[in-house]
């Protein structure tokens, strides 16, 4: 019965699939709504909605499909009936008023009720429009009107109340379309790990100290090893401003992502504009930072090379030359050669592009991916990515250690 | 899904006030015998919560704090090698008996345990990112094998299993399917006002409306970087009954601010809205 409210939350992008549903039948048939629309709700949403940046689109799919359920289920005529008997007349209404109030004949009242349902998206107390309390809305409950439908109160008919709260939309403000991947991210990222025994040894080795034991004949002898320690580096440089602004945001995540990552030994995050000139500034505005000979010198062969952009700019923009702080100079180094000697220094190196794939084999875009291996900014490119980076990684690691 | 759910409803406590939409989730992880995932604002009573249900339902709670270094190993069993090393050196003890130096963690010990528990595992999203992932089958499946002997353990009554997240770390969608969510809201005044009743039975109830009032009041200013939460209101209102405040107005002079805001900006940034630059009291 409730499977097209299902397909409803799917179109919403609230992923319930069987499992879901089964456990929703199983609290159904446990009778944990307590047979209203209310207890529905709230036993739905606890089941159905997995984070609270759902919650809103939940709100808005059972608002879109029970809206009909509920408006159809009352018993409209029923309730008239109550209201009338319970009606009290208020003093202080003018007679020219109260007969205003009661032109409204049913068919009217029960047009104008489910309009107004619809329309309202909040509680409302007092006043003459809205459905809720104490006002001379002709629906409502302890109001004046004379004629019209009561919503809630004293019959116990709690229908109203799960569509006014999914209606009141509390939960807008935790929508949060945009972080919905940076888990996936932070897994792409984690694959760059890579642990090494240093430091001090505080950590029991049980294999070793098994057999250095047996080798004394039983006499114990206890062999301790240096903990296992993050050792990954990674330079990330990334274009600001310009052409690079619609990716702002995309980028930022990327760089949030990476920059709470734990299993980082050494993180350094640059910025450039277009091109790198020479230097890598500390700051989107471009202040601070270091020349790339001093990069270069500072930081070893390991360390792994992350450069985020479009890489499309005019094509006279590569050839601007300058010397290492960034200043036009006719003898100075155009811009790819500067990137050039950033991929000569870094073993592995990546340049990670948001514009579309297609785009990339003309212009700046293809000059670059000649320096570079590039891969798109998205999660099966970032893992693309990362593979790349550490491939090789344990021969060349084994190598060393021989 | 063996057993029969439980008729137990869940209604709050004397000292634990909830919401019915808390009570569904609640009901629907008892029956369904499913973990309770609890999100929310600091200091909304996640935590409390599960208290609230071992008192209600009198089970017994076990809890199981996680922290960075956490791994999911740690909450099944812990064989403790160097204690088997040692006694084998000086010949105290039996060796032989592996058992002997298997210490159950606190999953293993709901699951032994020969009467219901409530399992409370205390903010899952500080530990490492894969955490979740291998809870998958044990919290599933309610049974795990202690590799070392051979031997499973396997649940002897499903245990209540109550999970908090403070949201620093995204958890997995697999993980996420298996539980019930739940967000507390940020109580709204009426509650709010049952909830200091309980917590402060007796008080003056000027003095409780105008704490309500400079509370919301705080709250609602935008430029806090952490707005004050329940438990420090709690906290709050008991200070100024030790110190026999009666009277609260918000400028300047309001009294053990401390208590509600914890940030040195936050301070100051009331200090300059209600008291012309100079700071409060705290």
């Given at each position: 019965m409730f499977l097209p409210f299902f397909y409803e939350l799917r179109r919403r992008?609230l992923k319930v699939g069987a499992q879901e549903a089964l456990a929703l039948a199983g609290a159904l048939r446990a009778g944990l709504h307590d047979s209203h629309l209310d207890g529905f709700y709230h036993v739905s949403r606890a089941l159905l909605v997995h984070s609270?940046?759902q919650l809103?689109a939940f709100d808005?799919a059972f608002l879109a499909h029970f809206q009909g359920v509920e408006?159809a289920s009352l018993?409209?005529?029923?309730?008239?009936?109550?209201?009338?008997?319970?009606?009290?007349?208020?003093?202080?209404?003018?007679?020219?008023?109260?007969?205003?109030?009661?032109?409204?004949?049913?068919?009217?009242?029960?047009?104008?009720?489910?309009?107004?349902?619809?329309?309202?998206?909040?509680?409302?107390?007092?006043?003459?429009?809205?459905?809720?309390?104490?006002?001379?809305?002709?629906?409502?409950?302890?109001?004046?009107?004379?004629?019209?439908?009561?919503?809630?109160?004293?019959?116990g008919n709690r229908q109203g109340r799960a569509l006014?709260q999914a209606?009141?939309?509390?939960?807008?403000?935790?929508?949060?379309?945009?972080?919905?991947?940076?888990?996936?991210?932070?897994?792409?990222?984690?694959?760059?790990?890579?642990?090494?025994?240093?430091?001090?040894?505080?950590?029991?080795?049980?294999?070793?100290?098994?057999?250095?034991?047996?080798?004394?004949?039983?006499?114990?002898?206890?062999?301790?090893?240096?903990?296992?320690?993050?050792?990954?580096?990674?330079?990330?440089?990334?274009?600001?401003?310009?052409?690079?602004?619609?990716?702002?945001?995309?980028?930022?995540?990327?760089?949030?992502?990476?920059?709470?990552?734990?299993?980082?030994?050494?993180?350094?995050?640059?910025?450039?504009?277009?091109?790198?000139?020479?230097?890598?500034?500390?700051?989107?505005?471009?202040?601070?930072?270091?020349?790339?000979?001093?990069?270069?010198?500072?930081?070893?062969?390991?360390?792994?090379?992350?450069?985020?952009?479009?890489?499309?700019?005019?094509?006279?923009?590569?050839?601007?030359?300058?010397?290492?702080?960034?200043?036009?100079?006719?003898?100075?180094?155009?811009?790819?050669?500067?990137?050039?000697?950033?991929?000569?220094?870094?073993?592995?190196?990546?340049?990670?592009?948001?514009?579309?794939?297609?785009?990339?084999?003309?212009?700046?875009?293809?000059?670059?991916?000649?320096?570079?291996?590039?891969?798109?900014?998205?999660?099966?490119?970032?893992?693309?990515?990362?593979?790349?980076?550490?491939?090789?990684?344990?021969?060349?690691?084994?190598?060393?250690?021989? | 899904m063996s057993q029969a759910p439980t008729p137990v409803r869940f209604k709050g406590?004397?000292?634990?006030?909830t919401h019915e939409s808390l009570q569904a989730a609640v009901n629907c992880a008892l029956t369904l015998q499913r973990p309770l995932l609890v999100?929310?604002?600091?200091?909304?009573?996640?935590?409390?919560l599960?208290?609230a249900i071992?008192?209600a339902l009198g089970h017994?709670?076990?809890?199981?704090?996680?922290?960075?270094?956490?791994?999911?190993?740690?909450?099944?069993?812990?064989?403790?090698?160097?204690?088997?090393?040692?006694?084998?050196?000086?010949?105290?003890?039996?060796?032989?008996?592996?058992?002997?130096?298997?210490?159950?963690?606190?999953?293993?010990?709901?699951?032994?345990?020969?009467e219901r528990v409530v399992l409370?595992?205390?903010?899952?999203?500080?530990?490492?990112?894969?955490?979740?992932?291998?809870?998958l089958h044990?919290l599933d499946r309610m049974r795990?094998?202690?590799?070392?002997?051979?031997?499973?353990?396997v649940a002897k009554h499903r245990p209540v299993v109550v999970i908090?997240?403070?949201?620093?770390?995204?958890?997995?969608d697999a993980f996420l399917r298996r539980c019930v969510f739940h967000f507390?809201?940020?109580?709204?005044?009426?509650?709010?006002?049952?909830?200091?009743?309980?917590?402060?039975?007796?008080?003056?109830?000027?003095?409780?409306?105008?704490?309500?009032?400079?509370?919301?009041?705080?709250?609602?200013?935008?430029?806090?970087?952490?707005?004050?939460?329940?438990?420090?209101?709690?906290?709050?209102?008991?200070?100024?009954?030790?110190?026999?405040?009666?009277?609260?107005?918000?400028?300047?002079?309001?009294?053990?601010?401390?208590?509600?805001?914890?940030?040195?900006?936050?301070?100051?940034?009331?200090?300059?809205?209600?008291?012309?630059?100079?700071?409060?009291?705290?």
């Amino acid at each position: 019965m409730f499977l097209p409210f299902f397909y409803e939350l799917r179109r919403r992008g609230l992923k319930v699939g069987a499992q879901e549903a089964l456990a929703l039948a199983g609290a159904l048939r446990a009778g944990l709504h307590d047979s209203h629309l209310d207890g529905f709700y709230h036993v739905s949403r606890a089941l159905l909605v997995h984070s609270e940046t759902q919650l809103d689109a939940f709100d808005q799919a059972f608002l879109a499909h029970f809206q009909g359920v509920e408006t159809a289920s009352l018993e409209l005529t029923q309730e008239l009936l109550n209201w009338l008997e319970e009606a009290r007349e208020r003093p202080d209404l003018s007679p020219e008023e109260l007969a205003l109030l009661e032109q409204l004949d049913p068919e009217e009242l029960r047009r104008l009720f489910e309009e107004r349902l619809k329309e309202q998206k909040e509680r409302h107390d007092g006043g003459n429009r809205w459905v809720g309390t104490g006002g001379t809305s002709p629906f409502g409950n302890n109001g004046f009107g004379r004629e019209g439908i009561r919503v809630g109160g004293g019959a116990g008919n709690r229908q109203g109340r799960a569509l006014m709260q999914a209606g009141a939309r509390r939960y807008a403000g935790y929508r949060d379309d945009v972080v919905l991947d940076t888990r996936q991210m932070a897994v792409a990222l984690r694959k760059l790990r890579a642990f090494a025994r240093d430091g001090a040894p505080d950590e029991l080795d049980v294999d070793e100290s098994i057999a250095a034991t047996a080798r004394n004949a039983g006499e114990l002898e206890v062999v301790t090893r240096p903990p296992r320690r993050p050792n990954t580096r990674v330079v990330l440089a990334m274009d600001v401003g310009g052409s690079m602004d619609p990716y702002a945001a995309l980028v930022s995540r990327l760089f949030s992502v990476a920059s709470q990552a734990t299993h980082f030994k050494e993180l350094r995050t640059y910025y450039f504009h277009n091109c790198v000139y020479g230097k890598l500034y500390a700051t989107p505005q471009l202040t601070g930072g270091i020349t790339v000979p001093e990069l270069v010198a500072q930081v070893g062969r390991h360390h792994k090379l992350v450069m985020v952009g479009d890489a499309s700019m005019a094509p006279y923009e590569l050839s601007i030359r300058t010397d290492a702080q960034g200043h036009y100079k006719t003898d100075g180094l155009e811009g790819l050669t500067w990137l050039m000697q950033l991929a000569q220094h870094f073993e592995r190196n990546v340049w990670l592009n948001p514009e579309p794939m297609g785009t990339w084999r003309t212009g700046t875009i293809s000059v670059i991916a000649r320096v570079f291996p590039m891969f798109a900014l998205t999660v099966e490119g970032l893992g693309e990515a990362v593979t790349h980076l550490t491939r090789g990684r344990t021969v060349r690691g084994a190598a060393a250690r021989r | 899904m063996s057993q029969a759910p439980t008729p137990v409803r869940f209604k709050g406590t004397d000292t634990y006030l909830t919401h019915e939409s808390l009570q569904a989730a609640v009901n629907c992880a008892l029956t369904l015998q499913r973990p309770l995932l609890v999100k929310g604002e600091p200091g909304t009573g996640k935590t409390l919560l599960a208290e609230a249900i071992a008192e209600a339902l009198g089970h017994r709670l076990i809890t199981w704090h996680v922290k960075s270094t956490t791994r999911a190993q740690d909450g099944l069993y812990v064989y403790d090698t160097v204690q088997r090393l040692y006694d084998s050196r000086f010949n105290d003890g039996d060796v032989r008996d592996i058992r002997k130096y298997i210490r159950q963690g606190p999953l293993g010990e709901a699951f032994s345990s020969p009467e219901r528990v409530v399992l409370l595992i205390d903010e899952v999203d500080k530990a490492d990112l894969e955490f979740p992932n291998d809870l998958l089958h044990e919290l599933d499946r309610m049974r795990f094998r202690v590799t070392e002997t051979g031997d499973e353990v396997v649940a002897k009554h499903r245990p209540v299993v109550v999970i908090t997240s403070n949201n620093e770390k995204e958890l997995p969608d697999a993980f996420l399917r298996r539980c019930v969510f739940h967000f507390i809201d940020f109580p709204d005044t009426e509650l709010m006002r049952r909830i200091v009743d309980v917590h402060h039975p007796g008080l003056d109830s000027a003095l409780s409306e105008q704490a309500l009032k400079v509370f919301y009041e705080l709250r609602s200013f935008t430029r806090l970087r952490k707005k004050p939460s329940t438990s420090e209101l709690i906290d709050w209102i008991a200070v100024l009954k030790a110190q026999g405040v009666h009277d609260l107005k918000l400028d300047e002079q309001l009294p053990f601010l401390g208590a509600l805001l914890k940030k040195e900006q936050d301070l100051v940034s009331v200090a300059e809205a209600f008291g012309r630059g100079r700071r409060p009291r705290a």
